[in-house]
């Protein structure tokens, strides 16, 4: 971390669904590295303390209740989180959610739960924070999409419709955006080991450590995997990359 650190000091930071799993890393990362992180999550309790976590290591964070499949919600936290904190240059779109199903046998209602979640999700987040950062001419978008999104996953069908449509989101803002000095990327994980990944393989042990072997580095992401990434694409060090889309998943992928 030494010489790395403070990328992003002075900049103010939202990392959706911050409270747990790979949400929690970019948390950690970005506060290491210098920002003010508010994290919007549905759990308060959880994100209070992982905002407590960073404090107590040296970082600034903030709690704040957002669910992102409000339009209204989201636009009242982002107004409330730059009276705190200050102008949002950082907006990483982490909000995820599936549970298994064959297509064949999916139910309308965990489609419509996906869709909000999984896409309209990061269109509320961007819509609200994006023409900020276009009038003060600079800003950040990173969202987290899935292999998935890039080569499908079987019981996943929906969810990975919306994670390659945020692919394309992304590409069409980043053009957009690109001439106000914003740029907008995506990372896509493999499978990681957080919460969701747990709850989703409940009772399908051996689909499990098939998954496992299947990637060519021989181990699930860590957290921490991703919260590299993201942190690149949240720095300078980045500011000539735009509209582009990285696989942090131990090689499981390795498309054009
Ligand atoms: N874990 C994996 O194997 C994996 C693989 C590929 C992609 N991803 C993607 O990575 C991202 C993070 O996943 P994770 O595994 O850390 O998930 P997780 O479920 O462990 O954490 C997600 C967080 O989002 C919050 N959240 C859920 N719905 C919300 C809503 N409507 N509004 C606000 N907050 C909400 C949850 O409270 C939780 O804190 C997601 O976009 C996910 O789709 C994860």
């Keep these: 971390m030494q010489g790395m650190a403070h990328r992003l000091g002075g900049k103010v930071a939202l990392v959706t669904g911050g409270a747990q799993g790979i ?8 506060a ?24 107590k290591a040296g970082g600034t964070a903030r709690a704040y209740r957002i669910d992102v499949t409000g ?3 989201v636009e009242n936290a982002v107004a409330q989180i730059e009276r705190d904190l200050g102008p949002i240059d950082v907006l990483v779109n982490n909000v995820g959610w599936d549970k298994f199903e064959l297509f064949v046998e999916s139910l309308q209602e965990t489609w419509d739960r996906v869709i909000a979640i999984n896409y309209r999700g990061a269109l509320n987040c961007c819509r609200a924070v994006a023409p900020r950062m276009k009038d003060r001419g600079h800003g950040k978008i990173v969202s987290l999409s899935s292999d998935a999104g890039r080569v499908g996953s ?7 419709g919306c994670k390659a449509g945020i692919i394309g989101f992304s ?3 980043a053009r957009e955006l690109a001439r106000y000095n914003i740029t907008v990327n995506v990372v896509c994980p493999g499978p990681t080991d957080t919460p969701l990944l747990k709850e989703m393989m409940k009772g399908r042990e051996k689909v499990f450590d098939a998954m496992v072997r299947g990637i060519p580095m021989r181990r699930l992401g860590k957290p921490t995997d991703l919260a590299n990434a993201v942190a690149f694409f949240a720095s300078s060090d980045s500011d000539f990359v ?9 090689g499981l992928t390795m498309v054009d």
Excluded: M, P
């Excluded at 949400?23 to 970005?30: C, D, F, H, K, Q």
């Design 171 to 173: 590409k069409t803002l």
């Design 32 to 55: 290491e590295e210098g920002a003010k992180v508010a994290i919007g999550d549905i759990q308060l309790q959880a994100a209070t303390e992982t905002a407590e976590a960073v404090t």
């Design 154 to 160: 079987t019981g996943e069908a929906v969810y990975a």
């Design 242 to 250: 735009t509209g582009q889309v990285l696989s942090v998943s131990g």
């Design 71 to 73: 339009a209204a919600d």
């Design 23 to 30: 949400g929690r890393a970019i948390v950690e990362r970005l």
